[in-house]
Nanobody, 126 residues
């Protein structure tokens, strides 16, 4: 079992930065691929970024690829999403998700993640 708690959201002006954190409890976290998803009002939950168990490989969706960076600290059971050059269209609730994996891979699909945090609101004003 893995419990996830996100933090670091807030209100920021366009062009600003935020760093989201995902704190995990549970002994198996280092065996989990972790991803960030987001959901804006009236829209489907969408993939933002993912990182493998080891942290050696990451993936970001095209719309954030040059602005967001995902990283993890398996000693402290933390995953981060550094978000730079924020735009109003980045406004959403951001969710951290984890998936136990045998191999050092990740997924961009919502249905593949078994554990979810409660979400943190990110609002970018123009």
């Amino acid at each position: 079992q893995v419990q996830l708690v996100e933090s670091g959201g807030g209100l920021v002006q366009a062009g600003g930065s935020l760093r989201l954190s995902c704190a995990a409890s549970g002994r198996t976290f280092s065996n989990c691929a972790v991803a960030w998803f987001r959901q804006a009002p009236g829209k489907k939950r969408e993939f933002v970024a993912a990182i493998t168990r080891s942290g050696d490989s990451t993936l970001c969706t095209v719309s954030v690829r040059d602005r967001f960076t995902i990283s993890r600290d398996n000693v402290k059971n933390l995953v981060f999403l550094q978000m730079n050059s924020l735009k109003p269209e980045d406004t959403a609730v951001y969710y951290c998700a984890a998936d136990l994996r045998v191999t050092d891979t990740y997924s961009s699909q919502v249905y593949e993640y078994d554990y979810w945090g409660q979400g943190t609101q990110v609002t970018v004003s123009s």
